[in-house]
Structures are given as structure tokens and as C-alpha cells.
């Protein structure tokens, strides 16, 4: 399974049995088919010998447990994709979070300068224009986050690895996709700010105080 070979102690198991567990049956055996595809047979092989010196019936339960290689693995990723799913909805939320968080920063924004607005609307400044300029603000703020969300998560995960001794590695496409939900996500969360600052009256705007 992957693990240092110099923390195993081999030893007789009767010594194991008498000494230290102080039990008079085996706990577990490994066993290794001859290929891929005697795998199964081998199974119900030891199921049948198994059966034969427990002396259990046809119909009776089993005692013991037979385990392959493949059902362990199929159990390691269902327990990985579980996992995965887990930590994807904890991003989708932390994502929804960030992006109300945006905004109601760009509504205060709006609120905060609709003066300016009506300055530039009363120049020459179209709709359009006023539309992408709180558009590109939102966008810079997702990427701004996004970029100190990164330099937060590698810096922690390193600081586990260096602390804690933990493998860590981060993937390359995990800080790749963040980047680019970024910018839908500032677009998506800053269209209705943006949208109503497009839509102020520039008289209306130039007298709110």
C-alpha cells in the first residue's frame, strides 16, 4: 500500500499469536493469483476452502471476509471522488460568497460615485461605456482575489509540507481553472451593478448628493 518499508517488523506468527496478540487464529492472509484473469477463480477457490475447514453450511453465513486487490481499489475511488465532490462544493459555496461579495462592493461603488456617472454620461459617455467600465472593475477584483487565494493555498500547503511532513503537491490545472472562472465569475456577479449604473439618468445622477 505504499508504505516505508523500514517501519515493518517481520516475525514468525505463532510468536505474534502467543506474545503479543494472544489470540489462536489468523487474522488475515494474502494471497496472489497467477494473472489478472485467475483472480476470480483463485477467490472462489479459498471461499470454498475456507468454508470447508470452518465448517460452515450451505446455507449459513460466512465468518470471514475475502477481499481483492480490485475491490480495494474500486473502494480507494469511491472514497476519492467522494472526496473530490466534497471539495468541489466547498468551492462552489466559497465561490458564491466571493462573488456576492463582489457584488455588493460594486453596488456600493455605484451608489458612492453616481455623480461621476452623471459627469461623464453629461460628456459624451454612453450607456456601453459606463456598462463595461464597472464590468472591467469587477473583473480586476476577481482576479485580484483570485490570485491572493493562490498565493494563500501554495503558501499553506507548503507550510504543511515543511511542518507537518506531509506529501503535498499542488496541480497545475487546479490554479489554471480557477483563473479562469475568475473573470465569469466577476462578470457574472457585477452585470446588474454595472447594468444600473448604465442606466442612470445623467440629470437625475449629477443632483444626488
Known sequence: MGQDQDDLILAPYTSVQKRIL??????????????????QPAIEEIRAVLRENHRIGEFDEEDFTIRSQEELSSMMSSTTNLMTMLLACIAGISL??????????MYVSVTER????????????????????????AVIISVSGGLIGVLLGVGAAVAIKLIAGWPVYVQLYSVVLSYAVRPVTGIF???YPARKAAGLDPIEALRYE
Open 22 to 39: 494472544a489470540i489462536t487464529h489468523l487474522r488475515g492472509i494474502y494471497a496472489s493469483a497467477t494473472s489478472e484473469e485467475a483472480s
Open 96 to 105: 458564491l460568497v466571493g462573488g456576492i461579495g463582489i457584488m455588493n462592493i
Open 114 to 137: 453616481t455623480r461621476e456617472i452623471g459627469l461623464r454620461m453629461s460628456i459624451g459617455a454612453k450607456g456601453k461605456h459606463i456598462l463595461w467600465q464597472f464590468l472591467i472593475e
Open 189 to 191: 456577479f457585477g452585470w
